[in-house]
Nanobody, 126 residues
Framework: QVQLVESGGGLVQAGGSLRLSCAVS????????MGWFRQARGKEREVVAA????????SYADSVKGRFTISRDNTKNTVYLKMNSLKPEDTAVYYC???????????????????WGQGTQVTVSS
């Protein structure tokens, strides 16, 4: 069974930075495309960033483009989300997710993802 555990969330002032990590169990992490999503209170879950199984392809929501960077380390079974220039509107619970279909490209489509972490809270104060 695949398990995903996020960490790195917290409280930060506007303009600050955080790096989220998502550790993934299992031997086949390197074959999974991964994504970061977020859900603010009272809103639907939305994609933040996605990365292909190889790391060669990434995509971002327009709202975070140029500020956030998704990356992965297949030797550590971990995917990262570096968040710079944070804004109060970035406040949300952030989730990482994995696609079960092996060797997939990056996807911003929520139903493409099969495994989800429990989420980590990011709060940006103004």
């Amino acid at each position: 069974q695949v398990q995903l555990v996020e960490s790195g969330g917290g409280l930060v002032q506007a303009g600050g930075s955080l790096r989220l990590s998502c550790a993934v169990s299992g031997r086949t992490f390197s074959s999974y495309a991964m994504g970061w999503f977020r859900q603010a209170r009272g809103k639907e879950r939305e994609v933040v960033a996605a990365i292909s199984w190889s790391g060669g392809s990434t995509s971002y929501a327009d709202s975070v483009k140029g500020r956030f960077t998704i990356s992965r380390d297949n030797t550590k079974n971990t995917v990262y989300l570096k968040m710079n220039s944070l804004k109060p509107e970035d406040t949300a619970v952030y989730y990482c997710a994995a696609r079960a279909a092996k060797y997939s490209g990056s996807s911003r489509y929520t139903p493409d993802y099969d495994y989800w972490g429990q989420g980590t809270q990011v709060t940006v104060s103004s």
